[in-house]
């Protein structure tokens, strides 16, 4: 803090008499003086003198003191100088008056030297101390300013790694259960796939040696011809060879299903792969199959395709699996609400039905992929908030909010894409998805 001497003092006042009291006395204590002889050359005097105190004369020619202490004070930067008038022992009123405009002492002539230097010492120390606090106030505040905004940025890092941690969780648990699933029936398929063929060939085998039985002796034993009528000898033999070939071409399908589940649950969001968006889409909608076919309160949610030919894209495929997932997921949520109050007559008349697009864009060389719905549709007051994180109007048990922010991120911050909708209330919705190819 500055020290009351080395403080700098205006003394306003037209006596020289005066003027000489105070200079000598105040210059003895050490403070450095300035002296204006009217209120006009004290108001020009602040700017450059910039002092730490005012002593100021009520009476005098021009201004008066009244008025030059209105004229400071009115001025933001002067508002917390202190002023103290000079008045005689007379003029009672205005001791009062110079108080209510701003002044912060009086002192009355003739001066007491002791009680003027007190006056203006404990003035001084008043005005520093003040000054002081305002300055720790504002560091203060500029602190806590600050401790806000890293507060707030902490907390929004924390909710991003929030949201990454349910993803990666609900990800990571989903393709373990997948990648555990397939390995599971990876096995048994694969050897009824390896032996399914010889159990062909030997049916045949066995088939050509009952032909070669009945070509050379025709009339067997009436044990053999009774077996032989009562199995349907022909018949058996005709579906058996159907039947091998059926069993055949189901062990060939939950082959390739497995196949894709695999390739769904590969967990490949580190890295980018040339990757058929359909081969995505395809696995995607073989894993919603159960919610897709028909049920007691619904017939099957229809699914038209209308596919594009399109190229491989350079895409982190798991990451984009995830995107379609929550697309259809949010597809079957919205036709599946808008059955509500309809019966299965009416559904039936007017089914669910989801439809997905894709389009090469040779052009912008980029793809195009679109699911759209025919369900509820999304209101207009929610439609600024769909991909907010945890905004959802689900249940609690279905939903976390949670899907359309993280295929945003996944579209647009991973991908360099874009994703957006359009959407009528009890109409529909249509998500489109642009993805470019490299
Ligand atoms: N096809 C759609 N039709 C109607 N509303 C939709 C559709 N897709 C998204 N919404 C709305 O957007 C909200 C947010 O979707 P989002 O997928 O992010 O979360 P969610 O489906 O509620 O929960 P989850 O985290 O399980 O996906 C949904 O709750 C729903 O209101
Ligand atoms: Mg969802």
Known sequence: ????????????????????????????????????????????????????????????????????????????????????????????????????LGAVDYVTKPFQPDELLARVNLHLKLYHLTKELAEKNAHLHEMNELLEQKVEERTSALQKAQTQLIFNEKMSFLGQLMAGITHEINNPISFIDGNIKYAHDYVIELINLINLYQKNYPNPVPEITEKIAEVELDYLMEDLLNLIVSMKEGTKRIAEINQSMRAFSRSDTQNKFLFNPHEGLESTLLLFKHRLKANEIRPAIEVIKKYDILPEINCYPGSLNQVFMNLLANAIDAVEESNTGRSFAEIKANPNQITICTKFDRENERVIISIKDNGIGIKQENKLRIFEQFFTTKIITKGTGLGMTISRHIVEEKHGGTIDFISTPSQGTEFTVKLPIK
């Open 1 to 100: 803090m500055k020290l009351p001497e080395n403080s700098t003092l205006l003394i306003v006042d037209d006596n020289p008499t005066n003027i000489k009291l105070l200079y000598d006395l105040l210059k003895e204590h050490g403070f450095r003086i300035l002296v204006a002889k009217d209120g006009q050359s004290a108001i020009e005097k602040l700017e450059v003198a910039n002092p730490d105190l005012v002593l100021l004369d009520v009476m005098m020619p021009g201004i008066d003191g009244f008025t030059t202490c209105q004229i400071v004070k009115s001025n933001p930067k002067y508002q917390d100088l202190p002023i103290i008038f000079m008045t005689a022992l007379s003029e009672n009123e205005n001791k009062v008056k110079g108080l209510s």
